[in-house]
């Protein structure tokens, strides 16, 4: 629960809400949110919900911004080496996913996607394939490099590291452990190289 009694300018309280309406879905799903508990997750009134948003279209709507922003692929430049650029991403993800554990659950689940109809669907989706796209043409231009092996495609090596990342973040990989790992993970990419 946030902090209460204090009122707060929309675009900060419009936040709150958004990140609120998350977690609800995430822990609770689409029938739980309702403007009595998103209330209750920020410290207003159900009503002041509405003071904020023109109706729970609108509040969801503003949820999918904020995972979209939040899934955003790194700003990182082609004279990176891919594997760093794909670093990068890894341990990013898993620190995003330890901070805010309900943005692995809608990920890999179809709670957001079906609170917005066809229009969230396609929002989420293009969200989820812009990181498979981003792990698939690093892991693409690694190979090309010679610094990864090449005898699984890119497309199973995606596969691989997706599943690395989803079951690191559903056990909480502590930032250490993040580093071991995408260490583990990049040791057994290099494996034909060697």
């Known amino acids: 629960m946030i902090e209460t009694g204090r ?3 929309t675009a900060e309280r419009r936040d709150q809400l958004a990140a609120a309406a998350l977690r609800i879905l995430a822990d609770r799903g689409f029938a739980a949110l309702t403007a009595k508990n998103l209330g209750n997750e920020v410290g207003i009134t159900d009503g002041a919900v509405f ?7 609108s509040i969801i709507e503003a949820a ?13 430049t082609n004279t990176i080496p891919p594997m760093e650029r794909l670093r990068v991403f890894f341990v990013g993800r898993l620190s995003l996913m330890r901070e805010r554990p309900e943005i692995l659950e809608l990920a890999f689940t179809r709670r957001l996607e079906s609170a917005d109809g066809a229009p969230g669907v396609a929002r989420v989706r293009r969200t989820m394939n812009s990181s498979i796209t981003f792990i698939r043409t690093c892991l ?5 490099r010679g610094e990864i092996g090449d005898r699984a495609s890119p497309v199973v090596l995606t596969w691989m590291v ?3 990342l989803q079951g690191s973040a559903r056990r ?3 930032r250490s452990a993040s580093a071991r790992i995408w260490e583990e993970v990049s040791g057994i990419l290099q494996t034909d190289n060697a």
């Open 172 to 174: 909480r990989a502590s």
């Open 140 to 144: 693409r231009e690694a190979q090309k």
């Open 64 to 76: 999918i911004d904020m995972f979209e922003e939040l899934l955003q692929i790194p700003a990182t």
């Open 7 to 9: 009122r707060l300018p």
């Open 162 to 164: 997706q599943g690395v």
């Open 51 to 57: 003071k904020h948003f023109s109706d729970k279209e």
